[in-house]
């Protein structure tokens, strides 16, 4: 078997070259020979991935490109280096990419919608800038992968380019995040004038050398920009809701199962590898900020997605509501709180993409995603309204789901940091589990009264959407059920085979060992035999499972009733929220202006 140095990039290489193969050849090979070729180095990234996995253990797997390693401690050369949290980072991406390639195999029938092998080469560029960016060791690199994953999102999001809706979400979403990743790049600029170093690993070790100042605040809250905009923290999420409303259910399913959570994960590495040493920003600083803006994202996302009808935009709500727990789990950065994290993060990828696959039937069907419009219309798919149902009872954080693990040992951990932090996470997994519990007793059971109009309220329907595949009265390809059913049979896996929290658990450990990691890059050396966290199943951690559940049902049952009791004032409080979200890009832009100089003006205060 390869050496896990070996491994680092041949598993970007691979969904590179393949891409590079369908971009010249795509225009004269059949559709089949072009989906198999897609497929094919899909899965060989797969298989690399996993053997890496394997490779790297419990240590940091390090790779020089063209033998350009540090001498004396300095180094010009390009540096991959992954551990376990990385390699799972860059496996989730590559397993959901695979994924949407099988469930996309008969998508776009139409000839218009094939574009001569276009999507498959996308989805293998996305694949290659996910990858890179989970493995780099190398700030600027990271900027760079960070924006070919990007690039190709924004080409993905607005691929109907016949339909000006899904233009205008690619373009919210193409220069909000361009406006973040210049700040970003500005970031880079003064870390380099500062210490002459782009390598996580070097920048840390050169800030440990120098007592921490005002521009190295600034650089961090500047750096974090792009990642934290990626991953939609609040004030930086207007653009995600819009974008899913518009791309296709299988970009959706990439987007809100791990672009994301790459956002959440980078933003993390990036401050405790970087900023973590005592030239840094002072953890006193930097904890409490992104714990508020976690706890905040998080309530939000819930808030928003129990509101809406429009079943791409209530996912993509619900999205925004569990990065928000993603971003209080990484901001304590503990070996408990990354491992937890790290089992919620790969179970909610599954759990996701599948609810948006299941959406993409509902199109298919109906060519609506309208909670409201498609009253009682699903009855006839009673596969498809179980999968949609255990989906909403996996985001409420239901035993065995690995959902309820991660949430479990997620919440334990900022229990320990403070008291009222886990009812946060019972809280948005509940609203949000039953907001799609909620959608599926009324699309397919036709259960509770037809729901009501508000003509007075700020409403996005998804009533008349374009149906994402041509044919409706054609049967429904197998794909389009399996992969969403073999999702969720992954997201169910990862509660029950108690491996897989060890081995995350005991990844968390060397992930929040910066000194271990610095010293792996830049000198060689072995990581220390990680202390791994407890990673199993506890009683409080079932019975706050069972409750976030209960409560989801109990939630969902009383909105099929009629609307819930609300007093005047939050019913004013929520209006207004919701006018927050107007579409309009001049709107999105100072938000995220105002977070940023709020960001700053925290972390300023706090150091």
Known sequence: MPSAADLLPLAVAVPLLGAALLAVTGRRLPRTARDTVAACCSAAQVLCLGALWVRTGDGVAVSWLGGWGPVGGESVGIVLAADRIGVLAALLAAVLVLAVLAYSWRYFDEPAGDKGGVYPALLLLFSAGMTGFALTGDLFDAFVFFELMGAVAYALTGYRIEDPRPLHGALTFGIVNSLAAYASLLGIGLLYARTGELGLAQLGRALDARPPDA????????????????????????????????????????????????????????????FGGPGGVPADAVRPVLLAVGVVTALT???????????KRLLAFSTVGHVGLFLVGFALLTPESVGGTAVYLAAHAGGKAALFGLCGVLLDRFGSVDEHGLFGRGRGLPLTAALFAAGGLALAGLPPFGTGLGKALAEHAAGEWAWWLPAVYVLVSAVTGAAVLRAAARVFGGWGRPPAEHPGEPETTGEGEEPEVRGPRRALPRPMLAVPALLLAACLAIGLLPAVGRRLAAAAAVFTDRTGYLGAVLDGAPVPPPAAPPSGWTASGVLLGLLSAVLAAALAAAALRGPLPVPAGARRAVRALRRLHSGLLGDYVTWLLVGLAGLLAAVAALS
């Open 215 to 274: 521009l190295v605040g600034c650089a961090f809250v500047l750096v974090l920009a792009g990642p934290l905009v990626k991953a939609a923290a609040v004030p930086f999420h207007f653009w995600l809701p819009d974008a899913h409303a518009v791309a296709p259910s299988p970009v959706c399913m990439l987007l809100s199962g791990v672009m994301v959570e790459l956002g959440a994960y980078g933003a993390a590495r990036i401050r405790g590898t970087v």
């Open 301 to 311: 996302g819930a808030l928003m997605c129990w509101q809406q009808r429009h079943l």
